[in-house]
């Protein structure tokens, strides 16, 4: 069985940082990739980042491009996703997902092509 559990959300004002982590457990995630996303209220769940667990591919989308990076320690089996300078229209709940193997590339960005989700956390952004 494979649960997944983030953490590391809060308030914070406008400049501030977070980091998030993305607990897994189970052998059956092996290498499977890693990928973050949010949904704020009234909107659908988009994608932030995506990365190869076991290295070599790393995919940012554009609304935080150059503020928020992806990372992960194999041997915690976690995943991180480091946000500076945060905006007010970076308020959302964020998700972790993973999967149990590679996924395509052109997939990487998609919800449906992860397997296993987290139950999310709210990062809010306000002054």
């Known amino acids: 069985q494979v649960q997944v559990e983030e953490s590391g959300g809060g308030l914070v004002h406008p400049g501030a940082s977070l980091r998030l982590s993305c607990t897994a457990s189970?052998?059956?995630?092996?290498?499977?990739?890693l990928g973050w996303f949010r949904q704020a209220p009234g909107k659908e769940r988009e994608f932030v980042a995506a990365m190869r667990w076991s290295g070599g591919g790393q995919w940012i989308a554009d609304p935080v491009k150059g503020r928020f990076t992806i990372s992960r320690d194999s041997a915690k089996n976690t995943g991180y996703l480091q946000m500076n300078s945060l905006k007010p229209e970076d308020t959302a709940v964020y998700f972790c997902a993973r999967h149990r193997w590679r996924i395509a590339l052109s997939a990487l960005r998609d919800p449906a092509s992860y397997a296993y989700w987290g139950q999310g956390t709210q990062v809010t952004v306000s002054s």
């Open positions: 189970g052998s059956a995630l092996s290498n499977g990739d």
